[in-house]
């Protein structure tokens, strides 16, 4: 006889096992469709075999293994730390890493974290990994020296969360773009495991995938709640690929152009509509709203002369002084805008960007060459302020933790820089007279006024800023690894500093060098190529503000 159970049992597992299927056939999909434009993230799409895409592969599966530098240790369990000191994580993240880039707001993470928390509660795979990594994030800006407590802890969190990868890492949703974002910021703080760039080019495509990158027409009548979570989470993914690009000196994932995406007011100015939260009704903290809409004019300014200098073909490049000009005098009008309640250590990480950045302006790959003897004087300025500020910000007695890898790459960008226009344009260095200014044209922006220096000044300020950028790339080695870009610097600054102090001496008669003994001692201008850091070198970051 026909077993009628049996026949639906039989019925039902194959309905069961042909859903599984659609489900693996749609994702495998949605995998070719992303894989298809990721030409940035060196993946060679027509190459399936060779790269294992087979009906196993997943979209989690090519997140990772395209961003992973080295493997992620396992372990068989991570213990959650006590309630109040997961809170205190928490709260560090909000404060630090949120408050800049608010992937998550204050109820999303802590209601995560209750969730979490309670015993025999049901918890999703998005909860815990939004958990976990937020306590990576926060235990990975605590450590100091790589290896330490705070980076294995870190560590054991982000393998943890990498559990849930398969489950949250889907594409085709905010949550999961809003997972990969996470993970991004992570990368920040651990490049030994993840590449930062990689990712942020995945959440960059996921992004574009799901249309946030365009404001819904008003005729779709979207919730505000909706409108005002779309447009945060792509602020995101702006402001991070605008940073991780910068620092590479590498393409934008999209260009501005490409985006039609409304910039949300001022939340301090405009508490009835909160851009920086899912619901309008939930405000954030005036600092934290502030200082993410602060960091994204920031990224908007950047982002113009970026793509003018480093994206364009335009023959009116070929002497940019004027473009050159107005970036720099737009990021200081930003700098004097700043608002009083910004806490200093977020001053000094902008004011830190701000001269890298103008180090980046004046002096492109393609026509660095191409700069007059005024922008090099103008390029010196801004390498002795990028040192004041960010080796403040390294300080390892200070309570600063904005630093990420992100900031090794620009010191060795301004470290080049310096090294560059001290060897091949000393005149324009060293001579007491200041150089003319370039001619402008009618309405063009005036230059940035120059420091007036002697000989002498010049060349003991020169040999400062590079014994700091030294001391800077010596701490972030030791707190995130890869000690090359310190070893090559120290290297290549050795014969520099040589050179500085043979000018010195022979600027001075026998006599004069006696009576400047105490000024000036050989020991002091061999730092950078070995010794202790004397007294001598320690200048008041106050400077750096002088300008601004």
């Given at each position: ?38 030409g ?13 895409f ?18 992620m ?6 213990a ?10 928490v ?17 999303a993470?802590?209601?995560s ?30 450590s100091?020296?790589?290896?330490d ?14 559990e849930?990868?398969?489950?949250v ?26 590449n930062?760039?990689y ?31 779309r447009?945060?989470i ?19 994932s ?14 301090a100015?405009?508490?009835?509509f ?31 002369w ?20 107005s970036?720099?005098?737009?990021m ?9 309640s ?25 026509n ?10 103008v ?18 007695s ?59 000044e ?21 707190r ?32 004069m060098l ?28 106050a ?6």
């Open positions: 006889m026909f077993d009628v159970g049996a026949a639906q049992a039989a019925v039902t597992r194959t309905m069961s096992l042909g859903g599984r299927r659609n489900i693996q056939r749609k994702e495998a999909s949605d995998v070719d469709d992303l894989v298809a434009d990721f940035f993230l060196a993946v060679n799409a027509t190459a399936r075999d060779f790269h294992g087979t009906k196993e592969m997943s979209f989690a599966r090519l997140v990772l293994s395209t961003s992973s530098v080295e493997e240790p396992r372990f068989s369990s991570t959650l730390p006590p309630r109040d000191l997961g809170r205190g994580l709260q560090r993240c909000l404060q630090e890493m949120f408050t800049l880039y608010p992937v998550l707001t204050d109820t993470i802590f209601g974290l209750d969730a979490v928390y309670q015993q025999r509660g049901y918890t999703t795979a998005s909860q815990r990994w939004d958990v976990r990594l937020t306590f990576a994030i926060a235990l990975m800006s605590r100091r020296s790589k290896g407590l705070e980076y294995q802890d870190a560590i054991r969190h982000a393998s943890s969360a990498l849930d990868a398969e489950a890492l889907l594409p085709g949703s905010i949550a999961s773009l809003r997972a990969i974002l996470l993970l991004v910021l992570y990368s920040l703080l651990d490049p030994t495991h993840f930062s760039w990712l942020i080019g995945v959440a960059s495509r996921v992004m574009a995938d799901l249309g946030l990158h365009q404001d819904p027409g008003e005729e779709l009548r979207v919730k505000i709640s909706h409108l005002m979570l447009r945060r792509f602020y995101c993914v702006y402001t991070l690929d605008r940073a991780i690009s910068l620092a590479y000196v590498r393409a934008f999209f260009s501005d152009d490409s985006a039609n995406v409304a910039v949300v007011p001022n939340p100015a405009h508490p009835s909160v851009g920086w939260n899912e619901n309008p009704a939930e405000d954030l903290s005036s600092t934290s709203g502030t200082s993410a809409a602060q960091l994204l004019k920031l990224r908007q300014i950047q982002s113009i970026f793509q003018q200098a480093f994206q364009s073909s335009r023959e009116d490049l070929i002497e940019p002084w004027q473009n050159r000009s970036a720099i005098n737009a200081q009008s930003w700098a004097r805008a700043l608002s009083n910004t806490p200093i250590p977020l001053k000094h990480l902008f004011l830190s960007e701000i001269f890298f950045s103008n180090i980046l302006v004046l002096s492109p790959p393609q660095a060459g191409l700069l007059c003897s005024y922008g090099k004087a390029l010196f300025d801004n390498a002795v302020r990028y040192s004041e500020v960010t080796l403040r910000m390294c300080d390892a200070h309570n600063y933790n904005h630093c990420t890898n992100l900031d090794i790459l620009r010191s060795r960008w301004v470290g080049e820089a310096l090294l560059n226009i001290l060897a091949d344009s000393p005149t324009a260095i060293y001579n007491t007279l200041d150089p003319p200014p370039p001619p402008l044209s009618a309405g063009s922006v005036a230059p940035p006024i120059l420091r007036r220096r002697g000989f002498t010049t060349i003991d300020e020169a040999v400062k800023t590079i014994s700091r950028i030294d001391q800077i790339l010596n701490a972030l080695e030791t995130f690894g890869n000690p090359l870009h310190y070893s090559t610097f120290k290297t290549e600054s050795a014969s520099t500093v040589k050179r500085l102090y043979s000018k010195r001496q022979h600027h001075y008669s026998p006599d006696q009576a400047n003994e105490l000024a000036f001692n050989r020991p002091q201008y061999e730092h950078a190529i070995g010794g202790v850091v004397p007294d001598w070198y320690h200048v008041s970051i400077r750096s503000y002088e300008s601004l």
